[in-house]
Nanobody, 119 residues
Framework: QVQLVESGGGLVQPGGSLRLSCAAS????????MGWYRQAPGKQRELVAD???????DYGDSVKGRFTISRDNAKNTVYLQMNSLKPEDTAVYYC?????????????WGQGTQVTVSS
Protein backbone atom coordinates (compact mmCIF):
# COMPACT_ATOMS: atom_id res chain seq x y z
CA GLN A 1 0.00 0.00 0.00
CA VAL A 2 1.26 3.50 -0.88
CA GLN A 3 -0.09 6.79 0.44
CA LEU A 4 0.57 9.91 -1.62
CA VAL A 5 0.26 13.50 -0.40
CA GLU A 6 0.70 16.40 -2.83
CA SER A 7 1.61 19.95 -1.89
CA GLY A 8 2.80 23.15 -3.53
CA GLY A 9 -0.20 24.14 -5.61
CA GLY A 10 -1.63 27.63 -5.65
CA LEU A 11 -2.30 30.74 -7.68
CA VAL A 12 0.46 32.08 -9.93
CA GLN A 13 0.63 34.67 -12.68
CA PRO A 14 1.33 33.69 -16.29
CA GLY A 15 5.04 33.24 -16.80
CA GLY A 16 5.57 32.32 -13.17
CA SER A 17 6.82 29.14 -11.54
CA LEU A 18 5.64 26.60 -8.99
CA ARG A 19 7.11 23.43 -7.59
CA LEU A 20 4.83 20.58 -6.64
CA SER A 21 5.87 17.88 -4.20
CA CYS A 22 4.45 14.43 -3.63
CA ALA A 23 5.45 12.60 -0.48
CA ALA A 24 4.97 8.85 -0.50
CA SER A 25 4.76 6.44 2.39
CA UNK A 26 3.89 2.87 3.07
CA UNK A 27 5.90 0.85 0.59
CA UNK A 28 9.17 0.72 -1.30
CA UNK A 29 9.06 4.09 -3.04
CA UNK A 30 12.15 3.51 -5.16
CA UNK A 31 10.54 0.57 -6.97
CA UNK A 32 7.59 2.62 -8.23
CA UNK A 33 7.23 4.58 -11.42
CA MET A 34 6.03 8.02 -10.33
CA GLY A 35 3.99 10.42 -12.35
CA TRP A 36 2.10 13.70 -12.37
CA TYR A 37 -1.24 13.94 -14.12
CA ARG A 38 -3.65 16.84 -14.39
CA GLN A 39 -7.31 17.35 -15.02
CA ALA A 40 -8.90 20.62 -16.05
CA PRO A 41 -12.66 21.22 -15.77
CA GLY A 42 -14.52 19.40 -18.53
CA LYS A 43 -11.41 17.61 -19.75
CA GLN A 44 -9.95 14.16 -19.30
CA ARG A 45 -7.06 13.50 -16.99
CA GLU A 46 -3.78 13.67 -18.90
CA LEU A 47 -0.18 12.74 -18.28
CA VAL A 48 2.06 15.67 -17.42
CA ALA A 49 5.28 13.81 -16.68
CA ASP A 50 6.54 10.58 -15.23
CA UNK A 51 9.80 9.13 -14.02
CA UNK A 52 10.83 5.50 -13.76
CA UNK A 53 12.55 3.88 -10.81
CA UNK A 54 15.80 4.30 -12.77
CA UNK A 55 15.25 7.99 -13.43
CA UNK A 56 14.10 7.95 -17.05
CA UNK A 57 11.56 10.67 -17.74
CA ASP A 58 8.71 11.31 -20.13
CA TYR A 59 6.65 14.46 -20.66
CA GLY A 60 3.39 15.46 -22.22
CA ASP A 61 3.88 17.49 -25.39
CA SER A 62 2.31 20.62 -23.92
CA VAL A 63 4.82 20.86 -21.07
CA LYS A 64 8.06 19.78 -22.72
CA GLY A 65 10.80 22.32 -22.11
CA ARG A 66 8.87 24.03 -19.31
CA PHE A 67 8.31 21.34 -16.65
CA THR A 68 10.84 19.06 -14.99
CA ILE A 69 10.07 15.95 -12.96
CA SER A 70 12.55 14.59 -10.45
CA ARG A 71 12.61 12.20 -7.53
CA ASP A 72 14.51 11.85 -4.28
CA ASN A 73 14.33 8.24 -3.20
CA ALA A 74 15.97 9.03 0.14
CA LYS A 75 13.06 11.37 0.93
CA ASN A 76 10.36 9.26 -0.76
CA THR A 77 9.37 12.35 -2.71
CA VAL A 78 8.75 13.24 -6.33
CA TYR A 79 8.78 16.81 -7.56
CA LEU A 80 7.39 18.72 -10.50
CA GLN A 81 9.11 22.01 -11.27
CA MET A 82 6.82 24.10 -13.45
CA ASN A 83 8.23 27.15 -15.23
CA SER A 84 6.79 29.57 -17.77
CA LEU A 85 3.30 28.70 -16.62
CA LYS A 86 0.37 29.43 -18.90
CA PRO A 87 -3.34 29.83 -18.16
CA GLU A 88 -3.95 26.52 -19.92
CA ASP A 89 -1.85 24.80 -17.24
CA THR A 90 -4.66 25.49 -14.78
CA ALA A 91 -5.88 22.16 -13.44
CA VAL A 92 -5.90 19.84 -10.49
CA TYR A 93 -2.58 18.03 -10.44
CA TYR A 94 -2.46 14.45 -9.19
CA CYS A 95 0.46 12.34 -8.12
CA UNK A 96 0.53 8.73 -9.30
CA UNK A 97 2.57 5.72 -8.28
CA UNK A 98 2.50 2.47 -10.20
CA UNK A 99 4.41 -0.74 -10.33
CA UNK A 100 4.03 -3.85 -12.46
CA UNK A 101 5.20 -7.17 -11.09
CA UNK A 102 4.48 -10.05 -13.40
CA UNK A 103 0.78 -9.80 -14.33
CA UNK A 104 -0.10 -7.65 -11.34
CA UNK A 105 -0.20 -3.86 -11.38
CA UNK A 106 -0.32 -1.75 -8.25
CA UNK A 107 -1.45 1.84 -8.76
CA UNK A 108 -2.14 4.66 -6.33
CA TRP A 109 -3.29 8.27 -6.57
CA GLY A 110 -2.96 11.31 -4.38
CA GLN A 111 -5.86 13.60 -3.54
CA GLY A 112 -4.74 16.31 -5.96
CA THR A 113 -3.56 19.89 -5.63
CA GLN A 114 -5.03 22.87 -7.47
CA VAL A 115 -2.83 24.96 -9.74
CA THR A 116 -4.35 28.16 -11.08
CA VAL A 117 -2.50 30.35 -13.57
CA SER A 118 -4.16 33.71 -13.88
CA SER A 119 -3.38 37.40 -13.84
Amino acid sequence: QVQLVESGGGLVQPGGSLRLSCAASGSIFSSYRMGWYRQAPGKQRELVADITSHGSTDYGDSVKGRFTISRDNAKNTVYLQMNSLKPEDTAVYYCNANRVIGFAKNEYWGQGTQVTVSS
